[in-house]
């Protein structure tokens, strides 16, 4: 099976290297991918296009012949590249442009909700200031503002100051068409559960715990996420199937019944709390970093299942298979992350954190840069091998994963690794797959 991966993030790095993994003799896949990541182009051939030009894909997906487009991000979703695909009659993993509103617009994902009888904070969707001080009033602190649109992660604030949380919203607003999404404070432990759907089926993946603030004890402005873990050894047995019935399966239903089937993954953010599951957020493609330890966990052939959901065929397959072992991933961030990042510094150590039994790296944002000898560019030299040198190019640099019989061992692994990467500026948390003890008590 011919795979065109679009996207490459380390997300798409994670993707990759799961389908090369859990690849079978029956039905070897083989992978086209998108330039640009040095650690994810090894894993396939790598080919130049735009992820958000719908035709650019097309032109990829039919000039290689690909049995299978798979979308990593949500942007080329939001932008149509599912639905340009689709229409050259090529099976897509990721929804259609109008199935991406669950993740592209926060109210239409409540809307949705509501319909559905999926329980979710109560929100008002505002667009004006007074509109925001009324839903102010109405919750009480800790204040809830969500941009409406898509902000890879950081539309959010969540500050008891009200003040904090009503410059976000003006801020919000004064943009064009601004809208923003004032809702009531969720408490409790935040799980992700990821959920393949074909339009009807959904089979739930592992759940696995994103930690969302820049700085330990979950301090700081929110992220993309700094880290991750799966299992959740805290989380009671039934939760994954009272999350499908109560949530994944109602919201598929409910985008069919309203012609815009969803195919792909539906992402489901929830908080637990004490009054039961809610969901925070859906996201409509796997999340960065949980997917990379969610995958690292899968046994079964992760090509068969992508293209079983592309093609409505969900239910023909096995439930997939888990490793018990557990994995745990901290992302190694640039300096300023999440404002504005200082890059550009050498990467060095990842080889050597590599070589750890149970360690592997998956690069988020690196890139290389040939560092000449100037002698030998004066001589106009040729035939010497370039000094290609890795750098730091994006927010997110690398996640360091690692594996073991539990929690703390994948934990302690994966720090190993940290503990040897080093560049210029980088920070990480120290506190990642750490819960309060007082969760432990939650699982019977
Ligand atoms: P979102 O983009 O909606 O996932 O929000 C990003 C993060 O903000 C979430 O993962 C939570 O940590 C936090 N958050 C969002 N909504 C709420 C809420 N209603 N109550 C508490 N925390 C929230
Ligand atoms: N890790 C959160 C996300 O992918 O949105």
Not at 223 to 251: H, K, N
């Amino acid at each position: 099976m011919k795979v065109l991966l679009v996207g490459n993030g380390g997300r798409e790095h994670a993707l990759a290297r799961a389908l090369v993994r859990t690849s079978t003799d029956q039905n070897p896949v083989e992978l086209v991918v998108q330039a640009g990541n040095p650690g994810l182009e090894p894993l396939g051939r790598s080919v130049v296009f735009n992820p958000l030009d719908p035709q650019d894909v097309v032109f990829r997906a039919t000039s290689e012949n690909v049995d299978l487009v798979v979308v990593g991000p949500e942007a080329p979703l939001v932008a149509g590249v599912a639905d340009a695909v689709l229409a050259h009659g090529i099976p897509v993993f990721g929804p259609t442009k109008a199935a991406a509103e669950l993740e592209a617009s926060k109210s239409f994902a409540k809307d949705v909700m509501i319909e559905a009888g999926v329980a979710t904070a109560r929100a008002y969707t505002c667009t004006t200031l007074d509109q925001v001080d009324a839903a102010f009033d109405d919750f009480a602190a800790p204040f809830v503002v969500k941009d409406d649109a898509l902000a890879a992660g950081k539309g959010v604030v969540v500050s008891s100051d009200r003040e904090t949380a009503r410059a976000h919203a003006q801020a919000c607003l004064t943009r064009e068409d601004g809208k923003v999404v004032v809702e009531e404070f969720l408490d409790g432990p935040e799980v992700s559960l990821f959920c393949l759907s074909d339009g009807q089926n959904v089979v739930p993946l592992v759940p696995a715990q994103d930690f969302k603030r820049v700085a330990d004890g979950n301090e700081g402005p929110n992220t993309g996420g700094m880290g991750a873990y799966s299992p959740l050894p805290w989380l009671r047995e039934d939760a994954v199937d009272e999350i499908v019935r109560t949530v994944a399966q109602p919201t598929v239903d409910r985008m069919a019944q309203r012609g815009t089937p969803f195919v792909g993954l539906l992402y489901c953010g929830l908080a637990m709390t004490s009054r039961g599951i809610r969901v925070v957020e859906f996201n409509v493609r796997f999340g960065d970093p949980e997917t990379q330890v969610v995958l690292e966990r899968l046994d079964s052939p992760l090509g068969e299942l992508l293209y079983a959901a592309a093609t409505g065929a969900l239910d023909s397959l096995p439930a997939p298979v888990w490793s018990s072992d557990a994995a745990v991933t901290v992302v190694m961030a640039s300096g300023g992350y999440p404002g504005p990042t200082d890059t550009g510094h050498e990467i060095s150590g990842i080889s050597q954190a590599e070589a750890l039994p149970g360690v592997h790296v998956i690069h988020a944002g690196t890139g290389e840069t040939i560092v000449s000898d100037p002698a030998d560019v004066a001589a106009g030299c040729c035939g010497f091998e370039p000094d290609v040198r890795l750098v730091n190019t994006g927010g997110r640099v690398l996640d360091v994963v690692g594996r073991g019989s539990s929690v703390e061992d994948a934990r302690r692994t994966a720090y190993e690794g940290v503990a040897l990467i080093h560049f210029d500026g980088e920070h990480h948390r120290s506190d990642i797959a750490t819960w309060p003890e007082e969760l432990n008590a939650n699982r019977s």
